[in-house]
Nanobody, 121 residues
C-alpha cells in the first residue's frame, strides 16, 4: 500500500506565505512525476505545479513567479512553497504522484487526502 500524506495548509493573510509538504510512504520502488493540484469551492480540480524525477518543473500560469515546487527524492517528498498568496489561491491542495511499487509493477497514480489553504483578504 502507498500513502501520500500532506501537511502545511492553514489560514494566511493575503501577501503571506505557506509551505506544503507531501510525503509518500509504503511499498515504493520508484517515483516518477510528483505534483500539486487544487480545487476551489464550486470549481474543478486544476493543476498547480509538477516536477519530474529529474527536477523539470511545470507551473500553472496563475502561480508562476509566486509558487515553487521542489522534491527530495531520498525522502520521497514533494514541497510547494507558496509566496505572495492571494485570496483566489484559497482551495484544497492535493498531492499527486506516479509511483511504482515494485520492479515488476507499472506506475500508478496516487492522490493525497488534501490540505486546506485559506487566504484572507
Amino acid at each position: 500500500q502507498v500513502q501520500l500524506v500532506e501537511s502545511g495548509g492553514g489560514l494566511v493573510q493575503a501577501g503571506g506565505s505557506l509551505r506544503l509538504s507531501c510525503a509518500a510512504s509504503g511499498s515504493i520502488f520508484s517515483i516518477n512525476a510528483m505534483g500539486w493540484y487544487r480545487q476551489a469551492p464550486g470549481k474543478q480540480r486544476e493543476l498547480v505545479a509538477t516536477i519530474t524525477s529529474g527536477g523539470i518543473t511545470n507551473y500553472a500560469d496563475s502561480v508562476k513567479g509566486r509558487f515553487t515546487i521542489s522534491r527530495d527524492n531520498a525522502k520521497n517528498t514533494v514541497y510547494l512553497q507558496m509566496n505572495s498568496l492571494k485570496p483566489e489561491d484559497t482551495a484544497v491542495y492535493y498531492c499527486n504522484a506516479d509511483i511504482r511499487p515494485a520492479l515488476w509493477n507499472t506506475y500508478r497514480e496516487h492522490w493525497g487526502q488534501g490540505t486546506l489553504v485559506t487566504v484572507s483578504s
